[in-house]
């Protein structure tokens, strides 16, 4: 149990130390639509505030743990791998970040004050459409990682295809269709209100496209889980295009300061 957890816990927890600046940020925009969408001005500032969190560990944190592996890489020129380099490489993420940190600060004064939104249902921002699609393709996904199971058990190889078209893609695009999906979510309100009982039929169903999305995102999390595994054992089998579906993390020091 300690060997898998080292093999495959220790580079996820690092693998999602370094993504988690990218995951508050998309958090962040998602609470701020919500606030924006269901006029909640504390939601908004709390929104603003998770941005700059995410800004700061990225062009701070990350930039300083990771400079060694950015500036030393075998695609990068060596004359920036030096004491000079590492200094310049952390100054231009402190530029950035005051960049960032202004166009954030002209965002926040358009969303300060509360302005009236259309209350949308679920058929006007077709979102019944985005859920069906995204649930259609996590089965495809499931299907075409058992595949190489399946084919390597039968037949005794994994076919071809299955290594050309990495599996990777379809994840990729698997977590598009969800975000986009969601983002349709945000536009809807989902409170019951009895005295808009006719405008909001679709609280009133049993299964609804919000559950079918998030069904969508918990068996993408599963799939995630397996797959990585999954990968690992089947490009000792057979060569593989695609890699670990995170980046070769184990190599990164988490240096502190």
């Known amino acids: ?109 358009r969303f300060i004050d509360d302005k009236y939104q259309i209350e949308l249902i679920p058929e006007q921002v077709n979102l019944k459409f985005w859920a069906n699609i995204s649930i259609v393709l996590i089965i495809v996904l499931i299907l075409w990682l058992i595949a190489p199971w399946a084919g390597y058990l039968t037949v005794g190889y994994v076919p071809k295809i299955f290594i050309d078209v990495s599996w990777q893609y379809l994840a990729f695009l698997e977590m598009v269709l969800l975000l986009i999906g969601f983002w349709k979510l945000e536009d809807c309100r989902w409170s019951y209100d009895p005295e808009k009982k006719g405008k909001k039929a679709h609280l009133n169903r049993t299964w609804t496209a919000k559950d079918t999305l998030w069904l969508s995102f918990t068996l993408f999390l599963i799939t995630l889980a397996f797959s990585y595994a999954s990968n690992d054992v089947l490009s000792d089998v057979t060569p593989s295009r695609g890699g670990h579906l995170l980046f070769r993390i184990k190599d990164i020091n988490l240096k502190g300061f």
Not at 58 to 77: P, Q, R, T
Not at 91 to 101: H, I, N, P, T
Request: aromatic share 20%.
């Open 1 to 109: 149990m300690l060997m898998i957890f080292w093999f495959y816990g220790v580079p996820f927890v690092k693998g999602l130390f370094f993504a988690s600046s990218l995951l508050l940020l998309l958090f962040s925009v998602f609470a701020l639509k919500r606030g924006v969408r269901q006029s909640r001005k504390t939601l908004r500032d709390v929104a603003f505030f998770l941005m700059l969190t995410a800004f700061l560990k990225f062009f701070i944190v990350d930039a300083y743990m990771l400079k060694e592996h950015l500036l030393c890489g075998a695609n990068v020129s060596s004359s920036f791998c030096n004491a000079t380099g590492f200094k310049i490489f952390q100054m231009l993420g402190l530029v950035l970040l005051v960049l960032f940190s202004f166009g954030l600060f002209s965002v926040y004064r």
